[in-house]
């Protein structure tokens, strides 16, 4: 760990003040020398000294050598330039420069949409990144998508802007909600640096995963963080700020495509009254979900609406997989399949699966957003005219009065209805009252709700745009299924479960810190002050190359689908499996111990 060695996790403010230095005089016919100005920026927070503070003339995201450019001292620097054109202020940091908690020990850039750097912060940076990533068409929509992430932590964040500074005024205490979006920010320029620097595609990448997790995040955070605490919760939610390789890698290969490959779309395998969809990206990811089974007492793992997904590759007849997260029993395993696809009909390891098409109805298909990396989430619609549509992502949405809001921000959900469309206008999507509405599913498309086919054969929603998946925009279509869509659903989450009764009562803890990091720990027979003693916990990640189904759920069902509304997570098999409670996260009185953080 690096507990003092710390990445230079500063807000910048970039004091928009421009001076103008007097012309030289010549006479005659000579054109006047261009008027110097000077550009003065401070860094705010912990004295960054000896980076780069460089005027971006060729949009490169690098402070390059023949660009105007001044060193930070004591957080403070001032760019002489006699450039007339405005420029993106970049500041860059690298192993050469200091804050007052030591050296930096991996490079990274901070920096703001031009004409926006009053104030430059890792949430400005993130906007210019959305930008140049594409992710967002424009400033307006990136500052909608990012305050998005942050609707919800009212209670947490309220009065904040993201061009805030986020410090103190002179002779003022920090709020809490200073001190939170200060921390974050810290944990942001965390992630930047672990991306790296030194190419566009770097910078374009820092905002490939971290808005959908800034909600996850913020719940995580206390107020301030030691050095040491903000090292260990970045270790545990790495995957919350950090694109792996492979999430950059399917984003790559989406852009580059031209055309769908015939494995690409939504597939359904039925036996009895349970019916399984498959849906194939050409990202390269893939996600296998229950989406009805018999009605029954036991709403674990495949009764439960549960899903896997991960990435694949198709060569020849076969079909590779990588699981990310599994929360069911009958979808696929990981590593080699025998696959191969006909049309319509796909066969997977001797078991039919039949495309979902239609000859007739265009709307009959499997369908993405075109950028789901923050907020994954497909809807199927059958051509019996049902839908299925699941959502995959992280947003406060208090919709069961016993929850807490951190629970019912897991929102992994189902929701299951019937569509039509319109009599009056074949472009209206009708959508009927739902039979499943699920585990704090977004209610989109709503209950009714209507849909419009566009130009370009998307659909939107409320909200929501989605593309089909078997045709180019589909093709190119990022679907987010991604180890940051695990760390996002699971980051944070304490579990309980009491056995016993008076004297007898036991109470154990389980907290999943991040996906690779879970402690287990028993409630003591006496209060302590010390800290919480650690156990072996029953698994050690979510990973599930251990074997271990993992399915936590909160449910909100209602109506004909009241029996999934069940708060519970669940580990084992179907044949075998403990449940415990989610629970907010236990005080040191209930819990007997100083809880870990």
Same mark, same amino acid.
């Given at each position: 760990?690096?507990?003092?060695?710390?990445?230079?996790?500063?807000?910048?403010?970039?004091?928009?003040?421009?001076?103008?230095?007097?012309?030289?005089?010549?006479?005659?016919?000579?054109?006047?020398?261009?008027?110097?100005?000077?550009?003065?920026?401070?860094?705010?927070?912990?004295?960054?000294?000896?980076?780069?503070?460089?005027?971006?003339?060729?949009?490169?995201?690098?402070?390059?050598?023949?660009?105007?450019?001044?060193?930070?001292?004591?957080?403070?620097?001032?760019?002489?330039?006699?450039?007339?054109?405005?420029?993106?202020?970049?500041?860059?940091?690298?192993?050469?420069?200091?804050?007052?908690?030591?050296?930096?020990?991996?490079?990274?850039?901070?920096?703001?949409?031009?004409?926006?750097?009053?104030?430059?912060?890792?949430?400005?940076?993130?906007?210019?990144?959305?930008?140049?990533?594409?992710?967002?068409?424009?400033?307006?929509?990136?500052?909608?998508?990012?305050?998005?992430?942050?609707?919800?932590?009212?209670?947490?964040?309220?009065?904040?802007?993201?061009?805030?500074?986020?410090?103190?005024?002179?002779?003022?205490?920090?709020?809490?909600?200073?001190?939170?979006?200060?921390?974050?920010?810290?944990?942001?320029?965390?992630?930047?640096?672990?991306?790296?620097?030194?190419?566009?595609?770097?910078?374009?990448?820092?905002?490939?995963?971290?808005?959908?997790?800034?909600?996850?995040?913020?719940?995580?955070?206390?107020?301030?963080?030691?050095?040491?605490?903000?090292?260990?919760?970045?270790?545990?939610? /790495?995957? &919350? +700020?950090?694109? $792996?390789?492979? !999430? @950059?890698?399917?984003?790559?290969? %989406?852009? =580059?495509?031209?055309? *769908?490959?015939?494995?690409?779309?939504?597939?359904?395998?039925?036996?009895?009254?349970?019916?399984?969809?498959?849906?194939?990206?050409?990202?390269?990811?893939?996600?296998?979900?229950?989406?009805?089974?018999?009605?029954?007492?036991?709403?674990?793992?495949?009764?439960?609406?549960?899903?896997?997904?991960? /990435?694949? &590759? +198709?060569?020849? $007849?076969?079909? !590779? @997989?990588?699981?990310?997260?599994? %929360?069911? =029993?009958?979808?696929? *395993?990981?590593?080699?399949?025998?696959?191969?696809?006909?049309?319509?009909?796909?066969?997977?390891?001797?078991?039919?699966?039949?495309?979902?098409?239609?000859?007739?109805?265009?709307?009959?298909?499997?369908?993405?957003?075109?950028?789901?990396?923050?907020?994954?989430?497909?809807?199927?619609?059958?051509?019996?005219?049902?839908?299925?549509? $699941?959502?995959?992502?992280?947003?406060?949405?208090?919709?069961?009065?016993?929850?807490?809001?951190?629970?019912?921000?897991?929102?992994?959900?189902?929701?299951?209805?019937?569509?039509?469309?319109?009599?009056?206008?074949?472009?209206?999507?009708?959508?009927?009252?739902?039979?499943?509405?699920?585990?704090?599913?977004?209610?989109?498309?709503?209950?009714?709700?209507?849909?419009?086919?566009?130009?370009?054969?998307?659909?939107?929603?409320?909200?929501?745009?989605?593309?089909?998946?078997?045709?180019?925009?589909?093709?190119?279509?990022?679907?987010?299924?991604?180890?940051?869509?695990?760390?996002?659903?699971?980051?944070?989450?304490?579990?309980?479960?009491?056995?016993?009764?008076?004297?007898?009562?036991?109470?154990?803890?389980?907290?999943?810190?991040?996906?690779?990091?879970?402690?287990?720990?028993?409630?003591?027979?006496?209060?302590?002050?010390?800290?919480?003693?650690?156990?072996?916990?029953?698994?050690?990640?979510?990973?599930?190359?251990?074997?271990?189904?993992?399915?936590?759920?909160?449910?909100?069902?209602?109506?004909?689908?009241?029996?999934?509304?069940?708060?519970?997570?669940?580990?084992?098999?179907?044949?075998?499996?403990?449940?415990?409670?989610?629970?907010?996260?236990?005080?040191?009185?209930?819990?007997?111990?100083?809880?870990?953080?």
């Amino acid at each position: 760990m690096h507990s003092r060695n710390t990445y230079a996790l500063s807000a910048l403010a970039l004091a928009a003040s421009t001076f103008l230095v007097a012309c030289g005089g010549g006479g005659g016919d000579d054109e006047p020398a261009p008027a110097e100005r000077q550009v003065t920026g401070t860094v705010l927070d912990r004295g960054l000294n000896n980076a780069t503070a460089c005027l971006d003339l060729n949009d490169n995201r690098v402070c390059d050598a023949s660009e105007p450019s001044a060193m930070t001292s004591n957080g403070s620097f001032t760019i002489n330039t006699t450039q007339a054109a405005d420029a993106v202020v970049l500041v860059q940091a690298t192993t050469t420069s200091t804050t007052s908690e030591g050296p930096v020990v991996a490079p990274y850039v901070l920096t703001a949409p031009l004409g926006r750097h009053a104030v430059i912060t890792p949430y400005t940076t993130l906007l210019q990144s959305e930008i140049d990533s594409g992710r967002s068409d424009n400033l307006a929509q990136a500052e909608e998508t990012l305050l998005s992430f942050l609707v919800g932590t009212a209670g947490q964040v309220g009065g904040i802007q993201l061009y805030d500074n986020y410090q103190a005024a002179e002779g003022t205490t920090a709020t809490a909600a200073q001190q939170k979006m200060l921390a974050l920010g810290q944990l942001l320029t965390r992630g930047f640096a672990e991306v790296g620097s030194g190419s566009r595609a770097a910078f374009e990448a820092y905002s490939a995963v971290a808005p959908g997790s800034l909600q996850q995040l913020l719940y995580q955070i206390p107020t301030t963080l030691t050095p040491e605490q903000r090292e260990s919760l970045f270790l545990a939610t /790495r995957d &919350s +700020l950090v694109p $792996s390789a492979a !999430t @950059l890698a399917g984003a790559a290969k %989406a852009k =580059a495509a031209t055309a *769908a490959q015939p494995i690409e779309g939504a597939w359904v395998r039925t036996d009895g009254t349970t019916r399984e969809v498959f849906l194939f990206g050409g990202d390269g990811t893939f996600v296998h979900q229950v989406v009805a089974t018999p009605v029954g007492a036991d709403y674990a793992f495949d009764n439960g609406l549960g899903y896997r997904y991960g /990435r694949y &590759s +198709l060569s020849g $007849s076969t079909l !590779t @997989l990588e699981l990310i997260e599994a %929360a069911n =029993a009958r979808g696929p *395993a990981a590593g080699a399949h025998s696959a191969t696809v006909s049309g319509n009909a796909m066969t997977l390891d001797g078991t039919a699966l039949t495309r979902v098409a239609s000859a007739s109805n265009p709307l009959v298909g499997g369908w993405v957003r075109p950028m789901g990396l923050s907020r994954p989430e497909y809807m199927v619609m059958f051509e019996d005219g049902t839908y299925a549509h $699941s959502s995959f992502y992280y947003q406060n949405d208090r919709q069961t009065g016993s929850a807490t809001a951190l629970e019912t921000a897991r929102n992994v959900g189902m929701q299951v209805g019937s569509y039509a469309v319109s009599a009056g206008n074949a472009d209206v999507v009708e959508f009927g009252a739902t039979t499943i509405d699920f585990n704090g599913n977004l209610s989109v498309p709503s209950n009714p709700g209507v849909a419009h086919v566009q130009s370009d054969g998307s659909i939107s929603l409320s909200g929501l745009r989605l593309v089909k998946l078997g045709s180019t925009l589909g093709a190119q279509a990022v679907t987010g299924f991604s180890e940051a869509t695990r760390s996002r659903i699971w980051s944070g989450r304490y579990f309980s479960l009491t056995t016993g009764t008076g004297a007898g009562q036991t109470v154990q803890y389980l907290y999943v810190k991040g996906p690779g990091t879970v402690v287990a720990f028993d409630r003591p027979a006496a209060v302590s002050t010390a800290a919480c003693v650690a156990k072996a916990a029953p698994f050690s990640n979510i990973d599930p190359s251990d074997g271990i189904l993992k399915h936590f759920v909160i449910g909100t069902g209602t109506g004909a689908a009241a029996a999934y509304a069940q708060r519970r997570m669940v580990y084992g098999t179907p044949a075998s499996f403990v449940t415990m409670v989610p629970t907010a996260r236990p005080t040191d009185a209930t819990a007997r111990c100083v809880v870990p953080f």
